[in-house]
């Protein structure tokens, strides 16, 4: 099955930085990768998505990058915020009924 | 903005009693997940639903587990027997279409004693 490795496990950024979390997967057949954001005690949320037939794909201060041919994709949050404190989760599809996710990154915004 | 609900918030049961978490999907919804995450460690897929039977099931979904849309709105996994391995936040999620986002719900964080 589906293997989703994700690193770094923890993430400590000054407010104002950027944060880059990065996965990679093991099956090229994979073909959506979602990014989810959980804040403490509560649900996973999407934040955003890209598709394999997309390299690139950016909402405000949030981008997703995906090279199929490393097979690995990167969350990239510009002009942290406190609020962007929380553990994000990378996941892959390939038939769209299951998400296989990353061990989740840890963010911490420095005020 | 319409949610996925999930009741028990919580739930503490003695080992070896069944209990079945409940799910509301979002309404126009079609295809309907169960998620499991261990404390402290990744969010893990248990099982897809579609059109009132399984479309898939990962290898953690063995007999002791079932699910069942009972009627048009709710989504349910039972565990027959639980586990002291079986304690774990349970999500449900939901999806429009095949593709389309899973969103997901509060969890039920399940305790066996």
């Known amino acids: 099955g589906e293997n989703v490795e994700q690193h770094p496990s923890t993430l400590s950024v000054q407010e104002g930085d950027s944060a880059v979390i990065k996965c990679t997967y093991s099956d090229s057949a994979s073909n959506y990768f979602p990014w989810y954001k959980q804040e403490l005690g509560k649900r996973p949320q999407l934040i955003i998505d890209i598709r394999s037939n997309v390299g690139e794909k950016k909402d405000q201060r949030i981008a997703v990058t995906l090279n199929k041919t490393a097979k690995h994709f990167s969350l990239h949050i510009t002009e942290t915020q406190p609020e962007d404190s929380a553990v994000y989760f990378c996941?892959?599809?390939?038939?769209?009924?299951?998400?296989?996710f990353g061990a989740g990154t840890t963010v911490t915004v420095r005020a | 903005e319409p949610e996925v609900t999930q009741t028990p918030s919580h739930q503490v049961t003695q080992m070896g009693q069944e209990v079945i978490l409940r799910c509301v999907p979002i309404s126009n919804h079609l295809y309907f997940y169960w998620y499991r995450q261990i404390l402290g460690q990744k969010v893990e897929f248990l099982v897809s639903?579609?059109?009132?039977?399984?479309?898939?099931k990962s290898e953690i979904f063995d007999d002791q587990f079932s699910v069942e849309r009972p009627d048009g709105s709710n989504f349910t996994l039972k565990i027959r027997s639980t586990k002291l391995e079986d304690s774990a936040m349970y999500f449900c999620a939901s999806s429009g279409t095949m593709g389309e986002t899973q969103y997901f719900g509060p969890g039920t964080r399940l305790l066996v004693l």
């Open positions: 639903f579609y059109n009132n039977e399984i479309s898939e």
């Open positions: 996941a892959a599809s390939m038939n769209d009924y299951k998400l296989s």
